[in-house]
């Protein structure tokens, strides 16, 4: 078992390892959803409207739509192929539990974070489920995690793609004061106004980590620990002859009902095994731990672009590169809006005398001057001859010519790292079927890479997932599976068979 400064350490070293990959994947969180103008440098510029020309929202939304077009669907083989039955049935409730909206909000969502800046995670979990007659059976359920990218923190010593090889992982949630209050206390049967809520530093912490933020953030991490453990197999023989297997550690508490009930222990063998605990902690206590179903720690990442330098990791999205030319375009566009409506329109220019007694026509404009026509002089004071029209007109301001071919160029600049979306010339009627397949094609590549590393994410959820099934489905009960052609039907696992 793990004490409160183990997990902090834990913390810490997974906390501070990739911090600057962290921010500049938070920075590119808030470019891509909140603003594109959250920069010091356009922040200081003199523009006086600053618009979003966003053409890198409908990139990104090109392969969240390919990724969400094309599901990747695990399919599990048996290890003996004897047991294909076996296979069939997790198959069945693999999809069954996969169509359910909570999996579905949460493949979406880490994929999503993944495509805009490189790295989303869903975490799997048992909950008991009660149904119509009062049955209560655990099930196996999945949750979507927010701002993984900022609250996700593996071991950092794994350098696997799907973290198969990691020995821990950190999940924190922040809390307001009340909110921090309600949960410490139904977790631990505390009264609410006795939790304790101080800042949690002490004078030898040399941490990064503030577990309380300027006293309105207040964090609590879920920390799931995975590490090897002894255990015993015990081989069994059934009264009909037939042989079983299975951990001492599951089993040892109905060893003697199932001896009394005719089961014969034939031998035994020492193992290892993974153990993974899920600890609940607060800057200043372990709250809850226990041990969970399986022996994967249950949280799955989803990287977008991934690599590792200097024993580093690095993750990007697709927004990364091109912000640079987004910012770009954004300044320009602003700017030639400035131009259009900060500079004066081209007025006639007259000689006070040619206007003089008359200036009150001249005074309003557009559609504030109701005159039906407007009166000027025909000669000055001393009789001379004035000019029968303007002597002049005021020039408009012109956009600069390096600003107009810079616009097209900043288009291009964020297409090229982007693609954002199909060729204007897809809609040409007279692109043959095989032109369009290729232009097509040509875009799937923009994609594949997320698709890739999503495959790798599924495949982890479905180890993960056949680890909780062989715990939670270990006796008799009903349970819902789907057939490959997408009905679902009742059935009854773990039901006796006599021959």
């Not at 035994?268 to 902690?281: G, L």
């Not at 495959?455 to 599976?481: C, N, W």
Request: charged share 25%.
């Amino acid at each position: 078992m793990l004490e409160i400064e183990d997990i902090h350490n834990k913390h810490e070293k997974a906390f501070t390892a990739n911090q600057t990959t962290r921010e500049k994947a938070a920075e590119d969180l808030t470019f891509y959803w909140v603003t594109q103008w959250d920069d010091q440098l356009l922040e200081d510029s003199q523009l006086q409207y600053r618009g979003e020309f966003n053409i890198l929202r409908k990139a990104g939304r090109q392969i969240m739509a390919d990724l969400r077009l094309n599901p990747v669907q695990p399919d599990f083989k048996p290890k003996n192929e004897g047991r294909t039955d076996g296979a069939e049935l997790l198959d069945g409730l693999y999809r069954a539990d996969d169509r359910k909206l909570t999996s579905q909000e949460a493949y979406d969502y880490a994929s999503q974070d993944a495509v805009v800046c490189g790295f989303g995670a869903w975490e799997l979990y048992t909950e008991n489920e009660t149904n119509r007659i009062g049955d209560r059976n655990q099930v196996i359920r999945r949750k979507y995690i927010p701002e993984a990218n900022n609250t996700v923190f593996f071991d950092p010593t794994s350098k696997r793609l799907d973290k198969s090889d990691a020995n821990y992982v950190s999940i924190l949630n922040c809390y307001s004061e009340e909110g921090f209050r309600e949960t410490v206390a139904e977790l631990t049967g505390q009264d609410p106004q006795e939790v304790n809520v101080s800042n949690f530093a002490t004078p030898e912490s040399d941490n990064n980590f503030n577990w309380v933020e300027g006293g309105d953030k207040y964090y609590i991490a879920t920390f799931y620990y995975r590490e090897k453990v002894k255990d015993k197999v015990l081989m069994f023989v059934d009264p009909l002859g037939v042989e079983g297997a299975f951990r001492e550690s599951e089993v040892e508490e109905k060893l003697e009902e199932l001896v009394e009930g005719g089961f014969k222990v034939v031998g035994d063998k020492e193992i290892e095994r993974w153990s993974v605990t899920k600890y609940i902690a607060t800057g200043a206590e372990i709250i809850a731990s226990y041990e969970i179903a399986g022996e994967n720690i249950p949280v799955v990442p989803c990287y977008g672009e991934r690599t590792i330098i200097d024993g580093s990791e690095y993750w990007e999205g697709v927004t990364r590169l091109a912000k640079d030319p987004q910012r770009l375009r954004n300044f320009q566009m602003s700017y030639l809006a400035d131009i259009v409506s900060r500079s004066p329109r081209p007025k006639p220019i007259f000689l006070p005398e040619q206007v003089q007694g008359f200036e009150n026509m001249y005074e309003e404009s557009g559609a504030d001057n109701n005159y039906p026509y407007l009166l000027r002089n025909k000669s000055s004071a001393n009789g001379d001859a004035l000019p029968l029209g303007a002597v002049g007109i005021m020039p408009e301001q012109t956009m600069p010519t390096a600003l107009a071919a810079s616009i097209e160029l900043t288009r291009q600049a964020v297409e090229d790292v982007a693609n954002a979306g199909m060729p204007q010339n897809i809609a040409d009627p007279d692109l043959s079927g095989k032109a369009v397949i290729a232009l097509q094609n040509r875009m799937d590549q923009q994609s594949y890479i997320y698709q890739h590393n999503f495959k790798f994410a599924k495949r982890r959820d479905a180890e993960i997932y056949a680890g909780m099934a062989s715990v939670v489905y270990d006796a008799p009960r009903q349970a819902t599976i789907e057939t490959p052609d997408g009905n679902t039907q009742q059935i009854e696992v773990m039901r006796g068979m006599y021959n």
